[in-house]
């Protein structure tokens, strides 16, 4: 291991349940009522992605301008809510300074666009990351492979001496494909077992030296292993 990318939303801050009021204002506008399966869904997705998700399930026309000024919109809320304050996901702040402190080059990888993760950055500590590539700025965002390979590429690491840190199905999909073993913290989603993921419950108690064991496991194991949360 050489280097750990980060996913933000619901990996390091628990910001999910934002986008969650953003979404369900958004809904309520349009007369409708947010499912969870349509919820789940958009998890870890791009904003247009999201935005046809929600359209589609909406019954709406899926008109780009349209989705544009809705997508606008919820950048502009979620904005505000962010402003208010972010929580960090339970061990994630320990664990970034402890690799911080041993060096361990790190980058942030997220579908969130540029604006709203520079604000998010505000409070989550820009300088521990290297580099950062957020959704707006790749051709293609996750579950597209491209975000992590950008992010890789930018830290002079080959994908797979790199540990992605993620939390939803997207974004595990865009890890893999980019040929990055992966460390799964679920939480607003469960993510199914499979070769080249470590799952674990959270972050609490993990240091360096245990993400190095495990990007090490994922590099000879074929089936994916829980470990148990820290009591």
Same mark, same amino acid.
């Given at each position: ?90 061990? &994630?702040?320990? /664990?970034?300074? @402890?690799? #911080?402190?041993?060096? =361990?080059?790190?980058?942030? !990888? %997220?579908?969130? $666009? ?37 992010? &890789?590429?930018? /830290?002079?690491? @080959?994908? #797979?001496?790199?540990? =992605?840190?993620?939390?939803? !199905? %997207?974004?595990? $999909? ?58």
């Amino acid at each position: 291991m050489s280097a750990v990318l980060w996913d933000m939303d619901g990996t390091l801050v628990d910001s999910e349940k934002l986008w969650d009021i953003a979404l369900v204002e958004l809904y309520a506008h349009f007369g409708g009522r947010l499912d969870a399966a349509v919820r789940h869904a958009t998890v870890g997705s791009s904003a247009e992605a999201a935005m046809r998700i929600v359209y589609t399930d909406l019954g709406r026309p899926l008109d780009p301008a349209l989705m544009r000024a809705s997508i606008a919109w919820m950048h502009a809320r979620v904005g505000e809510l962010f402003g208010a304050g972010l929580s960090w996901c339970p061990g &994630a702040r320990e /664990l970034l300074d @402890a690799l #911080a402190a041993a060096a =361990v080059p790190m980058a942030l !990888v %997220t579908n969130t $666009t540029r604006s709203l993760t520079d604000r998010a950055l505000e409070q989550i500590g820009g300088h521990y990351f290297a580099a950062s590539v957020c959704g707006d700025e790749v051709v293609h965002a996750k579950p597209a492979a491209d975000p992590y390979r950008v992010a &890789a590429a930018a /830290l002079g690491v @080959a994908p #797979a001496h790199c540990l =992605v840190i993620e939390d939803s !199905v %997207t974004g595990v $999909t865009a890890a893999q494909d980019a040929g990055c073993p992966v460390l799964v913290v679920p939480n607003a989603v469960t993510v199914p077992a499979g070769p080249g993921r470590h799952h674990v419950e959270s972050l609490i108690g993990l240091g360096p030296d245990d993400l190095r064991r495990i990007h090490a496991g994922l590099g000879s194991a074929e089936t994916d292993v829980t470990v148990p949360a820290e009591p």
